[in-house]
């Protein structure tokens, strides 16, 4: 049975039960009054529903055991419309905020990743238990991205790996120090002039990507666990160079100088140096104050360590007394190669003779009683061999400049004898390249001497430089444009073959009544002058 109440107020003292629905009016259809309950509104039945609104669009049930259920994208608000709570899709819960959403716990326990759009900020500390250990750039516990910034310290427990080709490590701001990945053979490039120091600043080493310094404020130690210090390979590097070079040497007792892998060794033993080799030793020494050199000996020796009674022993041909030469009689000391190396003596006379050539003369030199003189009348034909250098010599009588025989190159004398209408180069005397100009058309080859084009360009050509047969060293080919040449229609001169033009395939000239002169300077290659 349903009760009504007319239009107005009710008051109830009592409990008011209800096993049916309850409609609240203000008297129209639209059930739009009020229901007041000073206690407890109690609905006894599971999956009561709350109905909202004229349509019933919004609805708040009941859900057992559980909790209660607003119904599909609808909104729990706080305060105006901007803030409020709800399901924006199956499975997702939205917060919205128009300013802020402010979380204030001891601790906030999130289990499931968090997918943020803007930007993170943390009063505190950032810090994730996760121990996955990083192999790439998308698996370890704190991936980012992009780029990664710190205003202090970073402190990393095992490796920092780099792993981007390329990748740069860099220390400091004003004066960076960087390392950089060289992507090719396993190497890391210290930028040039940049110092890896150690211990403080005056201990360091440096490149300049052409020479490595080690520089020390004290002493550089070199500490080799195989008993060594030595080059890449055999005979790469000096000990020091012309103008930079050693100042000292110390070896300890028993030290050896071996030349080209005991060849020649120098050892030291009990204050002896023996000089010996791969054979038996060939010299040993003992240098005390005994050392002594006789008069007019040839011979030097200047003490340069008195405490230890050492004496240094050398050659001084200034200290030997002058004598009047008499090349027919005198003698001189030389090394017989055909008798052991052995130290022997020689006629000035019979040296003379040996050196222009013994008894056959064929080197245009003649020698009596020691005395050398030039003889052209001996010279062998079998000398000129098959053909004349302009860099081979010819003997002459100088009698212009006075200087009586004298030599001369016969590319020299070719330039001396060339007149008018001939050209000398490298000794080959020719006719000049002067003769009757060469009219010349789109693809063809230049002759030598004087080529040019007739009448006005009307398009771009190409012309060419022989290869075969191939040109002469020296040959010159001088080329002149027309009327008409500019920007668009050029003249291409281009070299054949492997041949090249100041090592460039090709020349465009450009301006109307251009010239260039092209000289065969060596096989292959041709020079602009």
């Given at each position: 049975?349903?009760?009504?109440?007319?239009?107005?107020?009710?008051?109830?003292?009592?409990?008011?039960?209800?096993?049916?629905?309850?409609?609240?009016?203000?008297?129209?259809?639209?059930?739009?009054?009020?229901?007041?309950?000073?206690?407890?509104?109690?609905?006894?039945?599971?999956?009561?529903?709350?109905?909202?609104?004229?349509?019933?669009?919004?609805?708040?049930?009941?859900?057992?055991?559980?909790?209660?259920?607003?119904?599909?994208?609808?909104?729990?608000?706080?305060?105006?419309?901007?803030?409020?709570?709800?399901?924006?899709?199956?499975?997702?819960?939205?917060?919205?905020?128009?300013?802020?959403?402010?979380?204030?716990?001891?601790?906030?326990?999130?289990?499931?990743?968090?997918?943020?759009?803007?930007?993170?900020?943390?009063?505190?500390?950032?810090?994730?238990?996760?121990?996955?250990?990083?192999?790439?750039?998308?698996?370890?516990?704190?991936?980012?991205?992009?780029?990664?910034?710190?205003?202090?310290?970073?402190?990393?427990?095992?490796?920092?790996?780099?792993?981007?080709?390329?990748?740069?490590?860099?220390?400091?701001?004003?004066?960076?120090?960087?390392?950089?990945h060289a992507n090719a053979s396993n190497t890391a490039v210290v930028t040039a002039d940049h110092r890896l120091a150690f211990g403080d600043a005056g201990d360091y080493i440096t490149g300049d990507g052409t020479d490595i310094s080690v520089v020390s404020s004290a002493d550089i130690i070199l500490s080799a666990a195989?008993?060594?210090?030595?080059?890449?390979?055999?005979?790469?590097?000096?000990?020091?160079?012309?103008?930079?070079?050693?100042?000292?040497?110390?070896?300890?007792?028993?030290?050896?100088?071996?030349?080209?892998?005991?060849?020649?060794?120098?050892?030291?033993?009990?204050?002896?140096?023996?000089?010996?080799?791969?054979?038996?030793?060939?010299?040993?020494?003992?240098?005390?104050?005994?050392?002594?050199?006789?008069?007019?000996?040839?011979?030097?020796?200047?003490?340069?360590?008195?405490?230890?009674?050492v004496s240094d022993l050398a050659v001084d041909l200034d200290s030997l007394s002058a004598a009047a030469v008499d090349v027919a009689a005198d003698s001189i000391a030389i090394i017989d190669a055909n008798d052991s190396n052995g130290s022997r003596k020689e006629s000035v006379s019979d040296f003379a003779a040996a050196?222009?050539?013994?008894?056959?003369?064929?080197?245009?030199?003649?020698?009596?009683?020691?005395?050398?003189?030039?003889?052209?009348?001996?010279?062998?034909?079998?000398?000129?061999?098959?053909?004349?250098?302009?860099?081979?010599?010819?003997?002459?009588?100088?009698?212009?400049?006075?200087?009586?025989?004298?030599?001369?190159?016969?590319?020299?004398?070719?330039?001396?004898?060339?007149?008018?209408?001939?050209?000398?180069?490298?000794?080959?005397?020719?006719?000049?390249?002067?003769?009757?100009?060469?009219?010349?058309?789109?693809?063809?080859?230049?002759?030598?001497?004087?080529?040019?084009?007739?009448?006005?360009?009307?398009?771009?050509?190409?012309?060419?430089?022989?290869?075969?047969?191939?040109?002469?060293?020296?040959?010159?080919?001088?080329?002149?444009?027309?009327?008409?040449?500019?920007?668009?229609?050029?003249?291409?001169?281009?070299?054949?073959?492997?041949?090249?033009?100041?090592?460039?395939?090709?020349?465009?000239?450009?301006?109307?009544?251009?010239?260039?002169?092209?000289?065969?300077?060596?096989?292959?290659?041709?020079?602009?002058?």
């Open positions: 049975m349903a009760y009504k109440f007319s239009v107005g107020t009710r008051v109830l003292s009592g409990n008011l039960v209800v096993s049916g629905n309850i409609s609240a009016s203000g008297g129209g259809p639209d059930h739009n009054g009020d229901i007041t309950c000073a206690d407890d509104f109690v609905f006894s039945s599971d999956a009561a529903v709350v109905n909202f609104g004229v349509d019933k669009d919004v609805t708040l049930t009941h859900v057992a055991d559980t909790g209660l259920l607003l119904n599909s994208t609808r909104q729990l608000q706080f305060g105006d419309d901007g803030t409020y709570i709800f399901q924006s899709s199956d499975g997702v819960l939205d917060l919205v905020a128009d300013t802020e959403i402010e979380i204030n716990a001891t601790t906030v326990d999130i289990n499931g990743a968090i997918d943020a759009s803007s930007t993170i900020t943390a009063g505190g500390i950032i810090k994730t238990d996760d121990t996955t250990e990083a192999t790439s750039t998308t698996d370890g516990s704190l991936q980012t991205d992009g780029g990664l910034s710190v205003a202090k310290s970073a402190v990393i427990g095992d490796d920092l790996d780099l792993l981007s080709n390329a990748a740069i490590f860099k220390v400091g701001s004003d004066q960076p120090w960087t390392l950089t195989g008993a060594n210090v030595k080059p890449a390979s055999d005979d790469q590097a000096a000990l020091g160079v012309a103008g930079t070079a050693w100042s000292d040497l110390f070896l300890a007792s028993g030290g050896v100088i071996n030349f080209d892998s005991g060849d020649v060794t120098l050892t030291h033993t009990n204050d002896v140096l023996t000089i010996g080799g791969s054979s038996s030793p060939t010299l040993t020494a003992t240098l005390t104050n005994a050392l002594s050199k006789a008069s007019n000996s040839g011979l030097a020796m200047t003490s340069f360590n008195g405490s230890a009674a050196l222009v050539g013994g008894g056959s003369k064929v080197y245009g030199l003649d020698s009596t009683s020691g005395l050398i003189k030039m003889d052209i009348s001996t010279l062998s034909t079998a000398l000129t061999g098959s053909g004349i250098d302009g860099m081979d010599l010819l003997a002459l009588d100088d009698v212009a400049g006075g200087s009586g025989q004298s030599k001369i190159t016969v590319a020299g004398l070719a330039a001396k004898m060339a007149g008018a209408g001939l050209t000398a180069v490298n000794g080959v005397l020719r006719t000049d390249a002067g003769g009757t100009p060469n009219a010349i058309v789109n693809g063809e080859q230049l002759s030598e001497g004087w080529n040019y084009l007739t009448g006005t360009l009307a398009g771009a050509i190409t012309l060419g430089l022989p290869q075969a047969p191939a040109p002469t060293v020296g040959d010159t080919y001088y080329f002149k444009a027309g009327p008409g040449v500019d920007g668009t229609r050029t003249v291409t001169i281009a070299a054949s073959g492997a041949h090249k033009i100041d090592n460039e395939s090709s020349i465009v000239l450009e301006s109307p009544y251009g010239a260039i002169s092209l000289v065969y300077m060596v096989s292959g290659s041709w020079s602009i002058f």
